[in-house]
């Protein structure tokens, strides 16, 4: 028998050798396996089926609220079960948070970290910039929900002290290693699930249309619902093409095949969307793709990294279809699921006739009793659980490929309807045991050395990979009467270790011949190892009198910014608008504040640089306050477009005011001058009070806020001054790498349209009729806008009696006529000095001009119902 007291002194000596190593330089991280948790069942499939991390959201400020979720005390059971098992844990708090909620939200903070949470994964800046100035031992990872897309954003988030920035969703494989060579942080990619049609952080419709918000985590997902895609003339453009009215549900996300080529780039954690999923789904793709990692170092180039079998479990735990998404290109409609927006299940076979209440199927797959399975045929779709099978007239549990069976049948069906497998119980039985109470398999191996002599103490030394510890037996060995200690005796007392997620691998007993030990004291000094090596290595811990006093300093300051910022600001009406003819209807219409830039439609002409910076010049001759609003989303080398363009404005006569509208475009800015003037635009998601303050520290001159805010919650930020705020146009609800109208209508194929968006406007009809307006950039992103126009014209009152002043129209889409006519009620409304006094300003005359412009109808938004 080896000596194993000598291995594990050489483990121990080889791993400080290598710590010494590790100081001059880093050995390779092996990529993290990320799985989605909802529920403690799900959690455990995560980590039973060999995930390195799992993200879970608690009861409150968790952006998918309607899963089970974890209360405070599962919470620390799941981390000290993922902990003993080596697993980290991520909460997350990625929903935007209102004021009023920051009190429970600074306990909940100090109640998530003494759980030993690894991680808290953000969206919003303002908690960011929270948990900084009173928890700043707290690890925090940037969400997806947070835009970030390009090397800029990356560094911006580096500078605010995040560990890890979780990539939107739309960055390619190219971007991706460009961010991976200029930045410390780990980045983190999408690798399988449901995809987002919108940029995640960006989307309104669910809030818009049902106050269901996804900024909240509560998104109704109106991109599963069907639409059709309808040109000026409002019919159906897309009538004879077969295609499906599912016009905004994306496949499914897959990339098991590319985890090779993401450990190359630079990606760390792999993560797998499905906090709503099943745990027996968690389960599944987890194992596949652990399975898939644990090849990729043993496997030939282009080998495939899954068998058939496992690619056919993974279809058939669930899919909408799958895509690669945007990791090589712009799919188009490759991207899309248009004919449904659920599971499809797998291929079974087709009906072949159907008598007597019994349908006869030819297979093309393995079906089992208990199975279920779905018809497509002519009249839509119909699901039922498999029953009794019969083969040749005698009852079975299974049919295989190939043959014809019979199965219980009350329904209409014809034969060569197709037949899918939706649900496959085998399947779910092999992930329900993965997962099951005492039948836990994630345990590592243990190596022990039971030495000792009759008179002394027993000592227990056990190893596990870097870490060693030493007990001793409560009792000295004795000499034995009858029955000496043998191996396979204390082998069997040794290797008790139950539901620990230990096992014995090897053991080695020298000791005297003929000592014996109580089988309680082998008992105990097993137990005393186990606990030992559970106690987990301690981490700042943060007393609750001092985070109290953080948090009162916090406070403190922020009253002190709240009061340095209040001004006496003239009341002003900002004008957003997208072209030179729109911008030259605003001076005439009277207007003192414009907003020029944005999104380049391809529907009409945008400014180009020249016009930018002769609006500039003929605003500083009028002495009117001119502001270059920027796009919401740039990809990396669009991103290299603007630092060219921002380089070129830095040798104008007086550098132009900048709008950004994401953290990117703020980080380009500042490398060119940190002292550069800017305001920030609603697309920054600015919700409270702390992510009001946060930008106005970074040098903000005006801060528009969300407009998911209710009014209440406007009027307690409107004390600050320097806000800005919207209250009339058109809301913009998406923004998408994603072009239905090339997709469908133009030919898209990577970069190839014949540019159908141009030849006239386009709307999407929802299931009620109303037709939603798209936009084409010139970047071929998707805008698509409410069919109702914000207007809170007679609300001005009100806004201003709260202490709003700056009110924006955002006038972006409409004509110059249009534009001026708007304009000129506004003003004239928002200036008068009896506006609040209902008795001689009423809004009546103004809304009857303004409906007579916007035929489809108005909405208040969230100024009055708020959101969930």
């Known amino acids: 028998?080896?000596?194993?007291?000598?291995?594990?002194?050489?483990?121990?000596?080889?791993?400080?050798?290598?710590?010494?190593?590790?100081?001059?330089?880093?050995?390779?991280?092996?990529?993290?396996?990320?799985?989605?948790?909802?529920?403690?069942?799900?959690?455990?499939?995560?980590?039973?089926?060999?995930?390195?991390?799992?993200?879970?959201?608690?009861?409150?400020?968790?952006?998918?609220?309607?899963?089970?979720?974890?209360?405070?005390?599962?919470?620390?059971?799941?981390?000290?079960?993922?902990?003993?098992?080596?697993?980290?844990?991520?909460?997350?708090?990625?929903?935007?948070?209102?004021?009023?909620?920051?009190?429970?939200?600074?306990?909940?903070?100090?109640?998530?970290?003494?759980?030993?949470?690894?991680?808290?994964?953000?969206?919003?800046?303002?908690?960011?910039?929270?948990?900084?100035?009173?928890?700043?031992?707290?690890e925090t990872h940037g969400s997806t929900q947070m835009t970030i897309n390009n090397t800029w954003g990356v560094q911006h988030l580096e500078n605010l002290g995040f560990r890890r920035v979780v990539l939107a969703r739309e960055t390619s494989a190219a971007e991706m290693k460009t961010l991976a060579e200029n930045t410390p942080l780990d980045l983190e990619v999408f690798v399988h699930g449901a995809l987002c049609i919108c940029y995640s952080g960006q989307c309104l419709m669910s809030s818009f249309i049902g106050g269901r918000s996804g900024n909240r985590g509560t998104c109704a997902q109106p991109c599963r619902m069907t639409y059709q895609l309808v040109g000026q003339d409002r019919k159906n453009l897309l009538a004879d093409k077969n295609l499906g009215e599912h016009l905004l549900s994306p496949k499914d996300l897959k990339l098991v095949e590319e985890l090779a080529e993401l450990e190359r780039i630079g990606v760390y954690s792999l993560k797998v969307e499905g906090r709503m999923k099943r745990p027996e789904y968690v389960a599944t793709v987890i194992r596949l793709y652990r399975q898939a990692l644990d090849r990729?170092?043993?496997?030939?180039?282009?080998?495939?990294?899954?068998?058939?079998?496992?690619?056919?479990?993974?279809?058939?735990?669930?899919?909408?279809?799958?895509?690669?998404?945007?990791?090589?290109?712009?799919?188009?409609?490759?991207?899309?699921?248009?004919?449904?927006?659920?599971?499809?299940?797998?291929?079974?076979?087709?009906?072949?006739?159907?008598?007597?209440?019994?349908?006869?199927?030819?297979?093309?797959?393995?079906?089992?009793?208990?199975?279920?399975?779905?018809?497509?045929?002519?009249?839509?779709?119909?699901?039922?659980?498999?029953?009794?099978?019969?083969?040749?007239?005698?009852?079975?549990?299974?049919?295989?490929?190939?043959?014809?069976?019979?199965?219980?049948?009350?329904?209409?069906?014809?034969p060569g309807d197709r037949v899918f497998k939706t649900n496959d119980v085998k399947l779910m039985e092999k992930a329900r045991e993965s997962f099951q109470e005492g039948n836990e398999q994630r345990k590592r191996p243990l190596t022990m050395v039971l030495s000792g002599h009759i008179g002394d103490k027993m000592i227990l030394e056990v190893?596990?990979?870097?870490?060693?510890?030493?007990?001793?037996?409560?009792?000295?060995?004795?000499?034995?009467?009858?029955?000496?200690?043998?191996?396979?005796?204390?082998?069997?007392?040794?290797?008790?270790?139950?539901?620990?997620?230990?096992?014995?691998?090897?053991?080695?007993?020298?000791?005297?011949?003929?000592?014996?030990?109580?089988?309680?004291?082998?008992?105990?000094?097993?137990?005393?190892?186990?606990?030992?090596?559970?106690?987990?290595?301690?981490?700042?811990?943060?007393?609750?009198?001092?985070?109290?006093?953080?948090?009162?300093?916090?406070?403190?300051?922020?009253?002190?910014?709240?009061?340095?910022?209040?001004?006496?600001?003239?009341?002003?009406?900002?004008?957003?608008?997208?072209?030179?003819?729109?911008?030259?209807?605003?001076?005439?219409?009277?207007?003192?504040?414009?907003?020029?830039?944005?999104?380049?439609?391809?529907?009409?002409?945008?400014?180009?640089?020249?016009?930018?910076?002769?609006?500039?010049?003929?605003?500083?001759?009028?002495?009117?306050?001119?502001?270059?609003?920027l796009p919401r989303v740039l990809n990396e080398a669009q991103s290299l477009t603007l630092l060219s363009e921002l380089k070129q404005a830095a040798h104008w006569t007086k550098k132009p005011k900048v709008m950004v509208s994401n953290l990117g475009e703020l980080e380009i800015l500042h490398s060119l001058d940190p002292d550069w003037p800017f305001e920030t635009d609603y697309s920054l998601n600015v919700f409270n009070e702390a992510g009001l303050a946060h930008f106005l520290r970074l040098g903000a001159q005006r801060v528009t806020l969300s407009p998911e805010l209710h009014h209440e919650q406007l009027a307690h930020l409107a004390k600050w001054g320097s806000i800005e705020y919207l209250v009339f146009g058109d809301l913009e609800m998406m923004v998408s790498e994603y072009c239905p109208v090339g997709s469908t209508l133009g030919g898209k194929q990577g970069n190839h349209c014949s540019g159908a968006c141009v030849k006239e406007r386009h709307y999407l009809r929802d299931r009620l009729g109303y037709d939603f307006p798209l936009e084409t950039d010139q970047e071929c992103r998707m805008h698509l806008y409410n069919v109702k126009v914000l207007n809170l014209y007679e609300e001005l009152p009100q806004l201003k009696r709260m202490g709003v002043s700056n009110i924006r129209l955002q006038l972006t889409r409409q004509s110059s006529e249009q534009v001026k006519r708007i304009i000129r009620l506004f003003l004239e409304a928002w200036n008068t000095q009896q506006l609040g006094k209902r008795t001689q300003w009423t809004a009546d005359e103004g809304m009857a001009e303004l409906t007579s412009m916007f035929a489809q109808g108005f909405t208040k938004g969230h100024f009055f119902r708020g959101v969930l």
């Open 1 to 138: 028998m080896d000596n194993l007291r000598e291995l594990i002194k050489e483990t121990t000596e080889t791993t400080e050798t290598t710590e010494t190593i590790e100081t001059i330089e880093t050995p390779k991280r092996p990529l993290e396996l990320l799985a989605p948790a909802g529920s403690f069942e799900a959690f455990k499939a995560a980590v039973e089926n060999g995930a390195d991390a799992v993200y879970l959201g608690g009861k409150s400020f968790s952006a998918r609220a309607s899963a089970a979720n974890f209360d405070m005390e599962e919470l620390r059971k799941a981390v000290r079960y993922a902990h003993q098992r080596q697993v980290k844990v991520y909460l997350t708090v990625n929903i935007l948070i209102a004021d009023q909620e920051f009190k429970e939200l600074m306990d909940y903070l100090y109640a998530v970290y003494e759980t030993g949470v690894d991680a808290v994964i953000l969206q919003d800046l303002g908690v960011a910039a929270l948990i900084q100035a009173i928890l700043p031992e707290m």
């Open 296 to 414: 990729i170092e043993h496997q030939q180039e282009d080998s495939p990294l899954l068998t058939d079998e496992e690619h056919q479990e993974l279809l058939q735990i669930f899919n909408r279809d799958f895509t690669k998404g945007y990791l090589k290109e712009n799919p188009g409609a490759n991207l899309m699921s248009y004919s449904r927006p659920n599971n499809r299940g797998t291929r079974l076979g087709r009906v072949v006739g159907l008598k007597g209440g019994r349908l006869a199927l030819k297979l093309e797959a393995v079906i089992h009793t208990g199975d279920g399975i779905e018809f497509w045929t002519g009249r839509g779709r119909e699901g039922i659980t498999v029953g009794t099978i019969w083969k040749d007239g005698n009852q079975h549990d299974e049919g295989l490929p190939g043959e014809i069976v019979q199965i219980e049948f009350s329904a209409i069906a014809h």
């Open 463 to 629: 190893n596990e990979g870097p870490r060693r510890v030493k007990v001793y037996s409560a009792n000295p060995a004795q000499k034995a009467l009858k029955r000496p200690l043998t191996w396979e005796y204390a082998y069997q007392q040794l290797g008790r270790l139950g539901t620990t997620p230990f096992w014995l691998d090897q053991l080695e007993v020298e000791v005297d011949e003929g000592l014996m030990l109580p089988v309680s004291d082998l008992n105990e000094m097993r137990r005393m190892a186990v606990e030992e090596l559970l106690r987990e290595t301690t981490r700042p811990t943060v007393d609750r009198t001092v985070y109290r006093q953080r948090i009162a300093v916090w406070k403190d300051r922020l009253e002190k910014e709240r009061s340095g910022s209040e001004t006496k600001d003239v009341p002003q009406v900002s004008v957003a608008v997208s072209d030179p003819e729109s911008l030259h209807a605003a001076l005439e219409a009277g207007a003192r504040r414009v907003l020029i830039g944005g999104e380049h439609w391809r529907s009409r002409r945008g400014f180009k640089m020249e016009e930018i910076r002769a609006g500039f010049e003929i605003c500083r001759k009028e002495a009117i306050d001119c502001v270059w609003r």
